[in-house]
């Protein structure tokens, strides 16, 4: 069974931030053979020890949030440890643990509320990305372009087909139109200086 500090540094130092969000089938792959049983322990709620402590949470935030997309690329399980993320995300903040560790891992402490189909959780992952990891304004706009889709919609259009859930025109067009990718364009657009 894996540890906190084998999880963190598989995602801290083996992926690396240029990896954190970058996907692909042989990291994915290599994310089930390494951690899907971890996950799976997760999922049934035996990691919860874990939320103690900055590096503790950490980990089980990269479990239950980070590496879930990638063992799960595609499914609905990619989403079904998201309500355990999201509790420990706010647990973190609330007790100032986020605020121990370094950027850039920091923003890994508010990527299950950005994920969060909650406005809500939307509106303090744009906070926190705002406030709490400066340096990176790139973060904040990505969490205001999350924001703005689930104002829109009150859901990301883009987990439709993995969830089972039927697509809207609106959404449907929203995704045939360039989806997130559009939406990010739109806000950097807005948020440029001078806009």
Known sequence: MSDPVEVLDFRLGEVGPEGWYA????????????????????????????????????????????????????????FATDAKAQAAARKVVAAGWDLEAPEPERQLFYMPLEHSE????????????????????????????????????GRFPFRNAALGRETTPEEAEFLANGGYAAEVARQRASHAPGA
């Open 23 to 78: 996907g692909g089938e042989a990291l994915d792959a290599e994310c089930r053979l390494r951690f899907g049983d971890l996950w799976q322990v997760a999922h049934e709620g035996g990691l919860e020890h874990w939320v103690e402590g900055a590096a503790g949470t950490l980990a089980y935030l990269v479990i239950c949030d980070q590496l879930a997309r990638n063992i799960h690329r595609g499914r609905a399980e990619a």
């Open 118 to 153: 909650d406005a809500a959780d939307q509106a303090l992952a744009v906070q926190l990305l705002t406030e709490r990891l400066a340096s990176d304004p790139e973060m904040a706009l990505h969490a205001r372009a999350h924001q703005a889709i689930i104002a829109r919609f």
